[in-house]
């Protein structure tokens, strides 16, 4: 979504920054807020394991 074309959604999502990424399922609800640009650290603070063909080939 667009924060300043849809500046209520972000209300009520309770965003405080941008850019930023919410994981909702599964399990705990997630939220990060910055730099995406280390997607190794990004995926582990989101709990997700990527597949082993996709780990180093970048």
């Not at 405080?16 to 705990?28: A, H, M, Q, S, Y």
């Not at 730099?35 to 603070?45: G, M, Q, T, Y």
């Amino acid at each position: 979504m667009d924060v300043y074309q849809q500046p209520e959604l972000a209300v009520e999502k309770d965003l405080i920054g941008v850019p930023t990424l919410i994981k909702l399922r599964p399990g705990l609800v997630r939220r990060m807020v910055g730099d995406f640009s280390d997607r190794e650290r990004v995926l582990k603070a989101l709990g997700v394991i990527p597949p082993a063909s996709v780990v180093g080939n970048e």
